[in-house]
């Protein structure tokens, strides 16, 4: 199974390439090793048969995050860099905005989900992946 390892300064990502028509996918324990985990998915190989895939994984509290074309703000914000800047508009009128990196570019975005876009096209992928994360 191809996998690609993605670092951030707040997390690690890993993203699979799996089968589109990969489902039921889940971090499990191994029954031996507690501390062993692997990812699980199910894919139909064969019209009507299941056949089950897995990768076991580092060590670590990996979590799902999702298809990285269907990823929301807010799960993006979790594992992309940011920066949060402060500025004064006027007199009376003081502002915040969260800005994100663009890993391709050095420079900030206004987006999260842009910034893991900018992650992932760095390392030269263009395939969809599916992503998992454990914070740092």
């Excluded at 390439?17 to 029954?31: F, T, V």
């Excluded at 509290?61 to 920066?83: F, R, Y």
């Excluded at 395939?127 to 994360?133: D, Q």
Aim: proline content about 1%.
């Amino acid at each position: 199974m191809n996998h690609t390892l993605l670092t951030t300064d707040k997390a690690e990502i890993i993203g699979f390439e799996l089968p589109e028509n990969a489902k039921d996918i889940s971090i499990n324990r191994s029954q031996d090793d507690f501390d062993l985990k692997y990812l699980q998915f199910d894919c139909e190989k064969y019209k009507g048969l299941s056949n089950y895939d897995s990768f076991y994984l580092p060590a670590g509290n990996w979590q799902l995050l999702g298809w990285s074309d269907e990823i929301t703000e807010k799960q993006a914000a979790m594992v992309v860099d940011d920066v949060l800047l402060h500025g004064q508009q006027s007199d009376f009128n003081d502002f915040s905005v969260t800005l994100y990196k663009n890993y391709a570019y050095g420079s900030y975005l206004d987006s999260a989900i842009q910034s893991l876009k900018s992650l992932i096209s760095y390392e030269g992928i263009t395939k969809r992946l599916y992503l998992i994360y454990k914070l740092k």
